[in-house]
Every structure is written in structure tokens, then in C-alpha cells.
């Protein structure tokens, strides 16, 4: 869509601007025979057509948290006149202390941990938030830049 400011109508509306076809990976493999294009590689698709076709302007692209995913958050900075904003993805199915495919919210980022006369420590966090509200809410880290957020979870559940 394209957000416009209609002054008599007092709003912002959302304009038809491009849709892109997005078929299912089973209509590619049925109805196409070959590999399914992922939703992102679409999306990076018509990014950089939008960028072509306004190579002057700052364009803003807004969606969900399914497309919170580095390699497009990678192709949208490249280009620096195009931002993403999206929601990151909070939700993971874990298992929880024997409870199967359980649900729980996480945040991750890497940080550094320094204290005055101390060598500083890169470490990847995760803050654990259960949606129910059975157990409190917990930040771990790791000392393992590799550590993906749900590896860190599973490794703390299992000590």
C-alpha cells in the first residue's frame, strides 16, 4: 500500500500500490515443477523494484514479524534509502522442562559486558517471558557468539 494524508477526509490511507503473487510451495512443486520461491525472496524482489522506480526517494516498508529475517533485513539496508520496520519475533516452541512444543517469548541481541578494569566479554542474551505467566520472566546469556536464541534456552533447560 501507499500511505497517503487525505486533508479533507482527516486520515491516512492505504493506497493499492503493487501486489505480488505468492504462490504456495505446493502449487511450485505441482504446477510450476520447480523450487519454491520463499516469501522474502519475493518481498527483496519488489523492494528493489520500488527502489528502481524511485531511486530519488526514502522509502519506508512495513510488515509483519514473518519478515524478520536477516538475509532480507540484509538486502533492505543495502541500499541506503529503504527501511524495513517489522516486529521481531518473540514467539518459539520450545520444550519446556518435559512439557512438549511449549510456547514461550524470547528477545535476543549480543551485547558487551564491561566493567571498569575488566576485559570486556561479547555475549549473546536472551530474555525468556512466558506467555501464561507460570514462571517468571528470565535473561540468559552465553559466551557463544554462534549460540542461536532457542540453543540457548535448550542448553539452560537441560543443566
Do not use: C
Amino acid at each position: 500500500m501507499l500511505l497517503v494524508n487525505v486533508g479533507w477526509a482527516g486520515a491516512v490511507w492505504g493506497l493499492p500500490f503493487l501486489n505480488v503473487f505468492a504462490p504456495s510451495e505446493r502449487y511450485y512443486r505441482e504446477q510450476l515443477g520447480r523450487r519454491h520461491q520463499r516469501l522474502t525472496e519475493r518481498d527483496w524482489q519488489a523492494i528493489h523494484l520500488i527502489k528502481r522506480w524511485l531511486p530519488e526517494r526514502t522509502v519506508s516498508f512495513v510488515a509483519d514479524n514473518s519478515f524478520a529475517v536477516l538475509e532480507l533485513l540484509a538486502v533492505v539496508s543495502t541500499p541506503p534509502s529503504a527501511r524495513l520496520i517489522t516486529r521481531l519475533r518473540l514467539r518459539v516452541r520450545i520444550d519446556w522442562y518435559g512439557e512438549k512444543n511449549r510456547d514461550i517469548e524470547i528477545s535476543s541481541e549480543t551485547a558487551v559486558w564491561y566493567k571498569s578494569g575488566s576485559v570486556p566479554a561479547p555475549i549473546p542474551w536472551v530474555l525468556i517471558r512466558d506467555p501464561l505467566g507460570i514462571f517468571e520472566s528470565q535473561a540468559l546469556l552465553s559466551t557463544d557468539l554462534n549460540h542461536r536464541p532457542e540453543q540457548v534456552v535448550e542448553h539452560f533447560i537441560r543443566r
